[in-house]
């Protein structure tokens, strides 16, 4: 299908929700991982290829990944809901959620410390020293966004391809939220509204198995994704703003604001981002040749582009590029139409579109007097009452088709008992079979059982670990974000089993093996790390020595489970994989089938060690926010 057969097009906004630390980059230094404040088309181009690759769905990537006609990505911004004004400013307009984009390079603050917006394309004071607006702000300019990262140290042994040594690693901080608008393609609306429901049905299949970026096989890279607005998939326009009349009077202008760096090739073939005014000139001309579109003053800053390529372990080939928040100001003769301004943001400038490369959206220039800098707010996921934050959202309207080929792993929910009369509900002799045991585990049946339990069990299992790190907080000292480090390295070693690694901690933490000072080992018995509904609380190498006994893992992690009735609910989140569960529902409030039972008693050094890792992670983090030593 060519892409002259797809005319009709729209916008399916996700909204990201990180349920672990992420580190996307588009660069790579051999000391340190650090991440970008946003997350790249590539990136979640990636992730949907993976949940079709996992599902058997290889025409489906084709066509919506390798082709890339009818899915172009785009790069995930900072999704501001109500509730996340940090300076102490009260939220402009409670009712309404912002995405902030770059801040356009015309923007500059007068002074160190001004404290108003100026726009350089204006009249401006040559004796007064600008600074440039650096975060990202939203299109009204009423908020910044100010998103949070976390640096940690490690000591990186050595492998085939790296000598070892000490490394850095910066990554974006979990329960933060952001928000991609795909720009989908189809022949006509209602394979439009087709396509969108069938995205969104592949990512909700996929539940808590979605990882983004560097590392997403280890301990962060966990995201959840669904839709922007459930009640409203699709959107006309390229970017969410705060009002809907997008026309533009004749002789009027608006700026063309790049919201991913550009790839563009100047005339003599190589990479050349000043050859972005050009582009930008070609476009209008090709797309409105009647519109009377002429490029006025624009502020085009250049950047290194390139990516890691996990396969192969390697970086891949660097480029100069346009960099996010340039901006062209453009004149109209003849004036557009809201119509018009969004059919010029359909095309993109530069290569790799399908990457969300070039991607731009057209906004009206900002007043020419000064106005008020504005408040910074984090884009922190807004709970609701309707919707609990480790709820997967649910699809709206339409189902897929029966029998479409290539469902994902939540399909093998109506997989037939072998007599032919349907699922099996998974009570104890209903079925005529024996409880599970190694040879079913052992079979076809028990892998996927075992996948889908575990790809739903580890994103509630990390949630609840970092709300037990964060009711403990005030009894942390004197643990210390360094001590932490270590032992967090010893649980995720990738040549050891889940028994083994806590096994490895159990002999770390009481000194036996020398990777731990008699200092830390103190500082081990002095602490009382446990949640505040524990009735003793046992010191920390007592807490984390425990687990390390093959026998007693299973009773730890009872005692350490998500609580029934916890935020995200953990018996939930199973049953709604659980073969033996026809309705996808717990068998009471709280509990478990047999066979999940079964299988959490089998799993249960996985679960303990994802736990201790999420936790010391997390309690890391506060410590070191609180000013913790690193030692």
């Not at 608006?254 to 003599?268: E, F, S």
């Amino acid at each position: 299908m060519r892409s002259s057969d797809l005319p009709v097009s729209a916008y399916l906004p996700l909204r990201y929700v990180l349920t672990d630390t992420v580190a996307v980059r588009t660069r790579r230094d051999p000391l340190q991982v650090a991440t970008d404040l946003t997350v790249p088309g590539r990136a979640q181009r990636g992730m949907l290829a993976a949940v079709l690759r996992h599902a058997g769905r290889e025409g489906t990537l084709h066509d919506w990944v390798a082709r890339g006609r009818q899915v172009c990505f785009a790069t995930a911004h900072p999704r501001l809901e109500p509730g996340c004004v940090e300076d102490g400013t009260p939220h402009p307009d409670p009712a309404t959620v912002r995405v902030a984009f770059p801040a356009p390079a015309n923007l500059y603050t007068p002074g160190k410390d001004g404290t108003t917006l100026v726009d350089v394309f204006g009249p401006t004071d040559p004796s007064v020293p600008y600074k440039a607006v650096r975060e990202p702000l939203t299109p009204d300019r009423v908020l910044r966004a100010r998103v949070r990262t976390t640096t940690e140290r490690f000591l990186s042994r050595p492998g085939r391809h790296t000598p070892g040594g000490p490394f850095h690693t910066t990554a974006l901080d979990a329960d933060q939220v952001f928000e991609a608008r795909w720009h989908l393609r189809a022949p006509h609306t209602r394979a439009l509204q087709n396509l969108a429901h069938d995205i969104l049905d592949t990512l909700d299949r996929a539940g808590g198995s979605l990882t983004l970026g560097s590392g997403g096989t280890r301990a962060h890279g966990g995201v959840r994704v669904g839709p922007a607005d459930p009640d409203r998939p699709l959107s006309p326009d390229r970017v969410r703003l705060p009002w809907t009349e997008r026309s533009v009077p004749p002789g009027g202008t608006l700026d063309l604001l790049l919201l991913a760096p550009a790839l563009v090739v100047g005339a003599h073939g190589g990479a050349s981002p000043r050859s972005l005014v050009a582009e930008v000139a070609d476009l209008c001309g090709r797309v409105l040749p009647g519109a009377g579109i002429e490029v006025g003053t624009a502020h085009v800053e250049p950047v290194l582009v390139g990516a890691y390529h996990r396969g192969y372990h390697g970086p891949m080939a660097q480029r100069w590029a346009a960099a996010p928040g340039a901006v062209v100001r453009l004149f109209t003769r003849a004036g557009l139409s809201t119509e018009q301004v969004r059919e010029l943001e359909t095309h993109q400038v530069g290569e790799r579109a399908v990457e969300g490369y070039g991607q731009f959206t057209l906004l009206p220039p900002p007043p020419e007097t000064p106005v008020p800098l504005p408040p910074r707010a984090e884009p922190v996921a807004a709970r609701t009452s309707s919707a609990p934050s480790g709820a997967h959202t649910a699809v709206p309207a339409a189902s897929p088709a029966p029998g479409r080929a290539g469902g994902g792993p939540a399909s093998a929910t109506r997989l037939p008992r072998a007599d032919g009369h349907g699922p099996s509900p998974g009570r104890p002799g209903q079925d005529g079979t024996d409880p599970p045991g190694a040879e079913y585990w052992g079979g076809p049946p028990g892998r996927l059982q075992d996948a889908l339990l575990w790809d739903a069990a580890r994103p509630v299992v990390r949630a609840h670990a970092r709300a037990r790190a964060r009711a403990c907080e005030h009894r942390l000292p004197p643990l210390t974000p360094g001590l932490l480090d270590r032992l967090r390295a010893v649980l995720t070693r990738p040549d050891r089993t889940p028994h083994g690694c806590l096994a490895d901690l159990a002999r770390a933490v009481a000194g036996g093996d020398g990777v731990l000072s008699a200092k830390a080992v103190r500082a081990l018995e002095h602490a009382r790390p446990t949640g505040a509904e524990r009735p003793a609380p046992v010191t920390a190498r007592a807490w984390l020595t425990l687990p390390g006994d093959p026998g007693a893992v299973a009773a730890w992690w009872t005692d350490h489970r998500p609580a029934s009735g916890a935020d995200p609910d953990y018996a939930a989140a199973l049953a709604a994989v659980d073969l033996d569960l026809a309705d996808g529902r717990p068998p009471a409030p709280g509990e478990l089938s047999p066979r999940a039972r079964e299988w959490e008693r089998r799993a249960a050094a996985r679960l303990a060690r994802a736990h201790l890792v999420a936790w010391m992670t997390e309690a890391a983090r506060l410590l070191r926010a609180r000013g913790g030593v690193h030692s």
